[in-house]
């Protein structure tokens, strides 16, 4: 199985401030056609996760432009660029490129 | 909108059977293929299960691979886990996601608790 590895696995920011989640994966995460199916999740307190990012780099309708998604391969990462109250949750990366689809260990974002 | 909604979780034995469904609206169900994700209480995400649109291909997790039948009835725009010979490690919420290698959109999951 292809394992997903995350750092940090918490993460406490100030409002304000910027912050950067880390995820590599255990062998490359380009698919046949040529994509790579890397998403990122956020699931905050009590609720169903949700994605933000599609295909490494891709925001979903409706996620604020303050989260980004970059990286190539094995190695990817989610940034924050100011962090406001409502990103309080978990971060999950998954790979959906090789099956079982596999997802990161998660990690937890709080304000300090 | 896109909207998904899990059913049939709750307390069961273990060895004992229960069967989740997952009734889909606001979009062409039977374009699309469909998963079943699973979180243990304080625990992370865990894929399941995966069917094709067309109900041809399927693929599930060593964890429960023998146990559980993932399956969908396209004419009723529902997806279905039937999950047999529970053990206590199945535990968890269970979300319907559609879409497998990309799962955009997650229902509100239903909690699955195996214990005697």
């Known amino acids: 199985d292809v394992v997903m590895t995350q750092s940090p696995l918490s993460l406490p920011v100030t409002l304000g401030q910027p912050a950067s989640i880390s995820c590599r994966s255990s062998?490359?995460?380009?698919?046949?056609?040529?994509?790579?199916?890397l998403n990122w999740f956020q699931q905050r307190p009590g609720q169903s996760p949700r994605r933000l990012i599609y295909?490494?780099?891709n925001r979903d309708s409706g996620v604020p432009d303050r989260f980004s998604g970059s990286g190539s391969g094995t190695d990817f990462t989610l940034r924050i660029s100011r962090v406001e109250a409502e990103d309080v949750g978990v971060y999950y990366c998954?790979?959906?490129?090789?099956?079982?689809?596999?997802f990161g260990q998660g990690t937890k974002l709080e304000i300090k | 909108e896109v909207q998904l909604v899990e059913s049939g979780g709750g307390l069961v034995q273990p060895g004992g059977s229960l069967r989740l469904s997952c009734a889909a609206s606001?979009?062409?169900?039977?374009?699309?293929?469909m998963s079943w994700v699973r979180q243990a209480p304080g625990k992370g995400l865990e894929c399941v299960s995966v069917?094709?649109?067309?109900?041809?291909?399927?693929n599930y997790a060593d964890s429960v691979k023998g146990r559980f039948t993932i399956s969908r009835d396209n004419s009723r725009d529902t997806l279905y886990l039937q999950m047999n010979s529970l053990r206590a490690e199945d535990t968890a919420v269970y979300y319907c996601?559609?879409?497998?290698?990309?799962?955009?959109?997650w229902g509100q999951g239903t909690l699955v608790t195996v214990s005697s």
């Open positions: 295909k490494v780099s």
């Open positions: 069917i094709s649109g067309s109900d041809d291909s399927t």
């Open positions: 996601a559609r879409g497998t290698r990309l799962p955009g959109y």
């Open positions: 606001g979009f062409t169900f039977s374009s699309y293929a």
């Open positions: 062998q490359s995460l380009v698919y046949s056609d040529g994509n790579t199916c």
């Open positions: 998954m790979q959906g490129t090789y099956w079982p689809h596999t």
